[in-house]
């Protein structure tokens, strides 16, 4: 378990008693764009948006995506427990983010990428309603927040496991120009030392391997160097 709180000094200890009282301990990675002073604010607001869920934010995340990812891997005619076995183990990671408002929101759009793992549940922030934009047919199209529910978006390692039946979900994030938006991420995939290979069962004469074999650590090392440019760390393990 590790915290980063570059500007907000006291949030991991905040979210060191929170999570500490779960099942299931995870990594959580605090980042913010505040300016000193607010780190207060930042708290409070994380802590509100973390106390709509129904249970508590780590055990909620880590349960939900084990769910998800059974049903993934039968929405692809496998058995449930498929892509689990694929995965070698599992890296479960959750970020919470602060954008206060900025009066040139476009100067100010973070890089737009695909997330390097299996799958990200986000939560995000109902009173502001455009600040998570995904590609969809060439264009930007706002994921507009509905009260109670979470957006899954596809990762890279979902895509490769599929042989391209799935396909990772290019977003980035805007920030509003009259209000603070806050958003809780989870990630769920492999364990870095994990080899990731795609399934045989989705190779056929009419779907031939589309990925090489990877060790899941060096991946995210070639997503890292990619300096988060769209999908370009995927086509570093495409044949």
């Not at 990594?27 to 930042?42: E, H, K, R, V």
């Not at 708290?43 to 993934?72: C, E, M, N, Q, Y």
């Not at 930007?140 to 390692?157: C, E, S």
């Amino acid at each position: 378990m590790y915290g980063k709180c570059s500007s907000l000094p006291d949030a991991w200890s905040v979210f060191h008693d929170l999570v500490h009282k779960n099942a299931f301990s995870c990594n959580i990675m605090i980042s913010t764009l505040c300016a000193n002073g607010q780190s207060a604010q930042a708290i409070h607001l994380f802590l509100a948006l973390a106390s709509d869920s129904v249970v508590r934010p780590t055990h909620v995340s880590f349960v939900a995506a084990k769910r998800v990812l059974g049903l993934f891997s039968e929405s692809l005619g496998l058995e449930s427990g498929a892509l689990e076995e694929a995965f070698e183990g599992e890296r479960h990671a959750m970020r919470m983010n602060y954008y206060p408002p900025c009066p040139e929101p476009e100067l100010t759009i973070l890089d737009a990428h695909a997330d390097p793992n299996g799958f990200t549940i986000l939560q995000q922030d109902t009173r502001v309603k455009d600040g998570l934009q995904i590609v969809h047919c060439g264009a930007w199209v706002p994921i507009k927040p509905l009260p109670g529910a979470f957006v899954v978006n596809i990762g890279d390692q979902l895509q490769v496991l599929s042989n391209d039946a799935y396909k990772s979900v290019e977003h980035r994030a805007v920030v509003n120009s009259e209000r603070t938006r806050v958003s809780i991420a989870s990630f769920y995939g492999p364990a870095e030392d994990s080899h990731i290979a795609l399934l045989a069962q989705l190779v056929a004469d009419e779907a031939p391997a589309c990925f090489k074999d990877s060790v899941y650590g060096n991946y995210l090392q070639s997503f890292y160097a990619s300096k988060l440019d769209g999908k370009a760390a995927i086509e570093t393990v495409r044949y």
